[in-house]
C-alpha cells in the first residue's frame, strides 16, 4: 500500500472530484415520481371522494450530490389521506386548509404516549367546507375514540415491513419502493417545541431553514415501540411522530461536504459495523448516523468542514462522538430532546468497542479497499486493472487519478442513458396505468422540474395513448378531459395550433352528444372518427422530432443522432414512399458507420400504432414465446438505424428498385447486424425480417429475369 500518510488526502480528491452535483433527471427520481402519480389516482376503498397525497422522501429526497457507487437503497414514498388530518393536542381545529384536502376532513387530536416520539390518535372533530367562502366549519365527535392504522387500501401485492409497505419489484431492474401511510400534521409538534428556538452557537440552521422546517409541520406513521409489540392495544393504536418534510429541508441546505460526508458514514457503517449483525434486531440504523450529521452540523462551525478539509478526519471524528453515544447508549433525537434512539443491548457495545480502535489512517485504508476499489469496477479494464498494483504513493495516486477522469469524461453519457431510462419508464407507465387528470397534473408537473424537453416526451405519448384508446372506446368523458388538462398545461409553442383545434374538436362532438356520456365513434374509416386520431398522431410526431432535435443538440457529442426518423414514420405510415426512402437513405448513410453509441426508438404502447404491421407481429409473437419480454428493454426498443434499415428496404420494395439497389442495401444489413449486441433481440429479429424481405424481393427479380430470356 502507498505512503499511509497522504492516503486520506487521495481518499478527499477522490470523493470530492466523483460526486458530482445530481442531475435534475434520475432513473431513481423517476421511479418515485411513478409511484406518487400512481398513488394519486387510487381512492381509499372506504371513501370514493377522498385520495392520497403523496411525497418522495429518503436518499431520492434528501441528496443532491450523486457518488460513483449509489447512495440509494430503496424509493421512500410516504401519502396521507385528503380527509384525514392530525392537529396538536389542545389546537382548535383549522378553518382553513390546503386546496388538496377533502370537503369533508376527519380532525384528529395528537395525544402524548408515556414514550417520547410515540403518540396515540384520538378523532376530536369532522369538518365541512363551505361553498360560500371555501372556509371549513367544525364539529365535535364522540371523545376517546382512537383512530387505528388504516391500511386495507394497501394492495395485497404489498407486505408490510414496518410502518412501511414494501413493493415486490425482484422481476424488474427497478428499485424496491417503501411506500409509507401516514396522517399529515400542517402544525409543528407540541413534543419538538423547543427545537426551533434552542440556541445555536453557528447559525446552521439559518433562520429563514428553520421557518421552513416549521411550515412544513410533520407526519404521524403507525409504529409502535419495541418495548409495546406485545401490548395487543398498544400495538394497534400507537403511532410515531415523523420528521421526514423537516429532514429533506435540512438536509438540502447542506454543504455538498457535509452530503458527501454523510454518505461515507453511511457506506461505512452498512458495510463494516452492520454488516455481521442481524437487522432485525434494530439497535442501530441508518437514522442514527442521519441524527450524528444533523447534530453535527448544528454544533461544529463551518471551518470545522471546510478548513484543511480532510474527508477521513471529519468521519474519523463523528465515529469517536457515535462511539461516545453508543458507549452511554444516549442518541438523542435531533428534533424531540427526550427522546433517546439508542437501546440497551449487547450489539451496540460491540459496535462501540470496534469504534474505538478507528484512526485516519485505518480508515483511509479502508476506504481505498471497499470503495475506490468498487468505484474502479465500474470502469474499463484499462482503468481498473491499475488497481492491481498500488504498493506505491505514485502507483495508487495514478490509479485513482484514472478514475476520476473516466467520471468526468462520462457525465454526459450517463445524462443521456438516464434520459432514455426516463423515455421508457414514462412509457412503460402510461402503458400499465390508466390515466386520470390527477396523473396527467402530477406527471407534467415533476417532468417540468427535471427538463422541459421530457415533458414534451409525455405530451407526445399521451396524444399516441388516446389516439390508440378512440377507435376502441370512443371518445370518453376521461379521454376528453386528460386531453384538455395535458394541452392546458403544455407549454410548447408547437403543439398549441392542433392541441387547440383537437379540443374544439371534442367540445363540438360533446355539445353534439350531451345525452351520451361516452362518445361512440362508428369505425375507424369514419371521418369523424379518423380525425381527432390523425390529428393526435400528427401532433405527436412533430413533439417528438423536437424532442429528437434537442437530444441532437445536447448529446451528440456522446451519441450519433437523426432527428428525422419519426418523419420517416409517419411518411410511411400514409403511404408517402419516395419522402420515407430519402429520409431513411440518409439516416442509414449517418448512422450505419458511425462510431458513437446508437439512439433507440420504442417499440412498444401507444408507439406500435406508428409501426408497420410486421414489425407489431414481430414483437406481439415474442410476447407469445415470452410473456416476459415485457418487461426487458430489449424487446421494447430498436435502434435508430435498424428502423431505418427496415424502411428504407421496404419502400425500395414498394417503389420497385433494382436489385443491384437490394444489393447494397443486403451489405449494409449485414454490417448493422454486426454491430448490434446480441442481447438486443428485438433489433436483430427485425435486421433478420428485413434481410429475408430482401432476398426474396432479389430471387422473385431473378427469376423473372431469368425467365423473360
Not at 431492474?173 to 426551533?196: E, G, H, N, T
Not at 463494516?272 to 437487522?279: F, H, K, M
Not at 424531540?336 to 478507528?358: D, E, G, H, K, R
Not at 482503468?383 to 473516466?406: E, H, I, P, R
Request: hydrophobic share 40%; with cysteine; proline share 4%.
Amino acid at each position: 500500500m502507498a505512503d499511509e500518510r497522504v492516503v486520506s488526502d487521495i481518499v478527499t480528491k477522490f470523493l470530492l472530484n466523483t460526486c458530482r452535483l445530481c442531475p435534475q433527471l434520475t432513473r431513481h427520481g423517476l421511479q418515485a415520481a411513478w409511484c406518487c402519480a400512481d398513488a394519486v389516482t387510487q381512492h381509499p376503498r372506504n371513501d370514493a371522494e377522498a385520495v392520497f397525497i403523496p411525497l418522495t422522501t429518503g436518499s431520492v429526497a434528501e441528496f443532491y450530490i450523486e457518488p460513483m457507487l449509489p447512495l440509494v437503497g430503496d424509493i421512500d414514498v410516504m401519502f396521507h389521506r385528503s380527509d384525514l388530518l392530525a392537529i396538536p393536542r389542545g389546537h382548535p381545529p383549522p378553518t382553513q386548509l390546503p386546496a388538496k384536502f377533502s370537503n369533508c376532513v376527519k380532525v384528529c387530536e395528537i395525544v402524548d404516549s408515556h414514550l417520547p416520539g410515540y403518540v396515540y390518535i384520538e378523532l376530536r372533530y369532522l369538518l365541512t367546507k363551505c361553498t360560500d367562502d371555501e372556509n371549513y366549519n367544525y364539529f365535535e365527535t364522540q371523545h376517546g375514540l382512537y383512530l387505528e392504522s388504516d391500511t386495507d387500501h394497501i394492495d395485497r401485492q404489498f407486505a408490510i415491513h414496518g410502518p412501511a409497505v414494501l413493493t415486490d419489484l425482484s422481476h424488474t431492474s427497478f428499485l424496491s419502493i417503501d411506500i409509507v401511510p401516514c396522517m399529515r400534521c400542517l402544525s409543528w409538534p407540541s413534543q419538538a417545541a423547543d427545537w426551533p428556538t434552542r440556541h445555536r452557537n453557528y447559525d446552521w440552521p439559518d433562520s429563514a431553514t428553520v421557518n421552513r422546517v416549521i411550515n412544513k409541520g410533520c407526519d404521524v406513521v403507525h409504529a409502535v415501540h419495541r418495548q409495546c409489540r406485545q401490548n395487543e392495544w398498544m400495538s394497534r393504536n400507537q403511532w410515531r411522530l415523523s420528521f421526514s418534510r423537516a429532514e429533506i429541508v435540512l438536509l438540502n441546505s447542506w454543504m455538498p461536504v457535509q452530503q458527501i460526508v454523510y454518505h461515507m458514514l453511511r457506506i461505512f457503517v452498512k458495510s463494516e459495523l452492520l454488516a455481521n449483525y442481524d437487522a432485525s434486531d434494530e439497535a442501530l440504523s441508518n437514522y442514527h448516523i442521519k441524527t450524528l450529521m444533523m447534530s453535527a452540523c448544528e454544533l461544529k462551525s463551518s471551518s470545522f468542514w471546510t478548513d484543511d478539509l480532510n474527508l477521513v478526519r471529519i468521519c474519523v471524528e463523528l465515529l469517536h462522538t457515535f462511539c461516545v453515544w453508543l458507549t452511554h447508549t444516549r442518541c438523542p433525537h435531533y428534533f424531540i430532546s427526550s427522546c433517546n434512539l439508542i437501546p440497551s443491548c449487547f450489539v451496540v457495545q460491540l459496535i462501540a468497542s470496534q469504534l474505538m480502535s478507528i484512526d485516519e489512517v485505518w480508515l483511509s485504508t479502508w476506504f481505498v479497499n471497499n470503495y475506490i476499489r468498487k468505484c474502479s469496477l465500474l470502469c474499463p479494464d484499462s482503468v481498473s486493472s491499475l488497481f492491481n498494483d498500488v504498493s506505491t504513493t505514485m502507483k495508487l495516486q495514478n490509479a485513482v487519478s484514472a478514475v476520476v477522469n473516466w467520471r468526468l469524461i462520462t457525465a454526459l453519457k450517463d445524462t443521456w442513458l438516464a434520459l432514455n431510462s426516463a423515455e421508457l419508464f414514462i412509457l412503460g407507465r402510461l402503458s400499465v396505468w390508466s390515466l386520470t387528470v390527477r396523473s396527467c397534473v402530477y406527471w407534467m408537473t415533476e417532468l417540468a422540474k427535471t427538463d422541459t424537453h421530457l415533458a414534451d416526451y409525455f405530451t407526445a405519448v399521451v396524444f399516441l395513448h388516446v389516439a390508440h384508446k378512440i377507435p376502441k372506446t370512443g371518445f370518453t368523458d376521461v379521454l376528453k378531459d386528460v386531453l384538455a388538462t395535458v394541452t392546458g398545461q403544455h407549454n410548447s409553442e408547437l403543439s398549441l395550433s392542433k392541441a387547440t383545434k383537437l379540443i374544439k374538436f371534442v367540445a363540438n362532438v360533446s355539445q353534439n352528444t350531451m345525452k351520451y356520456t361516452t362518445i361512440k365513434l362508428p369505425s375507424s374509416t369514419d371521418r369523424n372518427a379518423s380525425e381527432p386520431v390523425e390529428l393526435l398522431q400528427q401532433t405527436a410526431v412533430q413533439l417528438l422530432t423536437t424532442y429528437r432535435q434537442f437530444e441532437a443538440q445536447k448529446f451528440g457529442p456522446v451519441a450519433t443522432i437523426v432527428t428525422t426518423d419519426f418523419e420517416a414514420l409517419n411518411a410511411y405510415k400514409h403511404g408517402d414512399n419516395q419522402q420515407c426512402l430519402l429520409i431513411s437513405t440518409e439516416n442509414v448513410c449517418s448512422l450505419l458507420y458511425a462510431v458513437k453509441m446508437m439512439t433507440q426508438v420504442v417499440a412498444c404502447g401507444g408507439f406500435m400504432q406508428l409501426l408497420d404491421d410486421d414489425i407489431v407481429s414481430l414483437i406481439a409473437l415474442t410476447l407469445i414465446v415470452n410473456p416476459k419480454c415485457m418487461d426487458e428493454t430489449r424487446y421494447a426498443v430498436i435502434s435508430q438505424v435498424t428502423l431505418s434499415l427496415y424502411l428504407m428496404t421496404q419502400c425500395q420494395l414498394k417503389l420497385r428498385h433494382s436489385v443491384t439497389s437490394l444489393a447494397q442495401t443486403l451489405d449494409y444489413i449485414e454490417v448493422a447486424q454486426r454491430r448490434h449486441l446480441a442481447e438486443w433481440t428485438l433489433d436483430h429479429l427485425t435486421l433478420k425480417l428485413t434481410k429475408h424481405k430482401a432476398l426474396t424481393y432479389i430471387t422473385e427479380m431473378t427469376m423473372l429475369a431469368f425467365n423473360s430470356l
